[in-house]
T-cell receptor, first 116, second 112 residues
Framework: GENVEQHPSTLSVQEGDSAVIKCTYSDSASNYFPWYKQELGKRPQLIIDIRSNVGEKKDQRIAVTLNKTAKHFSLHITETQPEDSAVYFCAASNNAGGTSYGKLTFGQGTILTVHP | DAGITQSPRHKVTETGTPVTLRCHQTENHRYMYWYRQDPGHGLRLIHYSYGVKDTDKGEVSDGYSVSRSKTEDFLLTLESATSSQTSVYFC???????????FGSGTQLSVL
């Protein structure tokens, strides 16, 4: 099955700095890579996703890059703000159908702290 | 958010008792998933469903069973709860495979 490794486990930055979280995956059939943000005591919420036919995607201050050859993808947050403080999870799945049923495999999570 | 309700929100139970968690959706989504969240492990898939009465095991299914008798409800049962099943349980739904996955609010389960 799929295995997703996420680094770092904790990340501390100053407000206004950039933050980068990296993930690697093992299954070359994976074609969908979402990122979720989870605030304390809340549900994970999708912030951005990328499919394997795209190398980069941006949405305001966040961007995700995908390197299919190396099997890794990264989340980039620019101009960080205190409200970006949360746990971030990467995930991977094969959404092509068959017997995968779109099962998402998650990384272990990164605790991001943005200091004012 | 995406019409998902989990119940109960919190539960404390004793070792050896059966426990059932409910996930109810009003979106008529085909795919439903149960995950557990533990520190250092991220979210791990317990069981999933791809239609009424169609279910299968995830990566951490031992000690759990599920049922889906109608589209809107996906039940997770701990047959005989153990302390290692103390966790936060999240239900998630997805309309089609190429669409986004949405999570419920979670159930905090403590097994004493």
């Amino acid at each position: 099955g799929e295995n997703v490794e996420q680094h770092p486990s904790t990340l501390s930055v100053q407000e206004g700095d950039s933050a980068v979280i990296k993930c690697t995956y093992s299954d070359s059939a994976s074609n969908y890579f979402p990122w979720y943000k989870q605030e304390l005591g809340k549900r994970p919420q999708l912030i951005i996703d990328i499919r394997s036919n795209v190398g980069e995607k941006k949405d305001q201050r966040i961007a995700v890059t995908l390197n299919k050859t190396a099997k890794h993808f990264s989340l980039h947050i620019t101009e960080t703000q205190p409200e970006d403080s949360a746990v971030y999870f990467c995930a991977a799945s094969n959404n092509a159908g068959g017997t995968s049923y779109g099962k998402l495999t998650f990384g272990q999570g990164t605790i991001l702290t943005v200091h004012p | 958010d995406a019409g998902i309700t989990q119940s109960p929100r919190h539960k404390v139970t004793e070792t050896g008792t059966p426990v059932t968690l409910r996930c109810h959706q009003t979106e008529n989504h085909r795919y439903m998933y149960w995950y557990r969240q533990d520190p250092g492990h991220g979210l791990r898939l317990i069981h999933y469903s791809y239609g009424v009465k169609d279910t299968d095991k995830g990566e951490v299914s031992d000690g759990y069973s599920v049922s889906r008798s109608k589209t809107e409800d996906f039940l997770l049962t701990l047959e005989s709860a153990t302390s290692s099943q103390t966790s936060v349980y999240f239900c998630a739904i997805r309309r089609q495979l190429n669409e986004k996955l949405f999570f419920g609010s979670g159930t905090q389960l403590s097994v004493l």
